[in-house]
């Protein structure tokens, strides 16, 4: 059973930063792409950046040069570094991961528990 575990969610001050990581285990053959997701009170879920097995990646426009996204492929780990953070970063923050579980099953979507980031004064 594949588990994706998020961990680095915490309350910060405008201006601060945080680190968030995700760890996939289980029996897993192959992880494509990976990213973060996050779901405020009351809107829907959106993607806030994605990065391939190849390390190719992409942000919303809203967390561009704020946050960075990178993976640890040896480790089954997708990181994020959020730096000055704002209030409008609060929400629910949710990993994602692309993979099979052996060379013959298809690919699947696989999601953390979520991780919650509040950013306050």
């Known amino acids: 059973q594949v588990q994706l575990v998020e961990s680095g969610g915490g309350l910060v001050q405008p201006g601060g930063s945080l680190r968030l990581s995700c760890v996939a285990s289980g029996i897993i053959f192959s992880i494509y792409n990976m990213g973060w997701y996050r779901q405020a009170p009351g809107k829907q879920r959106e993607l806030v950046a994605a990065i391939t097995s190849g390390g190719i990646t992409n942000y919303v426009d809203s967390v561009k040069g704020r946050f960075t996204i990178s993976r640890d492929n040896a480790k089954n780990t997708v990181y994020l570094q959020m730096n000055s953070l704002k209030p409008e970063d609060t929400a629910v923050y949710y990993c994602?991961?692309?993979?099979?579980?052996?060379?013959?099953?298809?690919?699947?979507?696989?999601w953390g528990q979520g991780t919650q980031v509040t950013v306050s004064s």
């Open positions: 994602n991961a692309d993979l099979s579980l052996s060379v013959f099953s298809q690919r699947a979507a696989y």
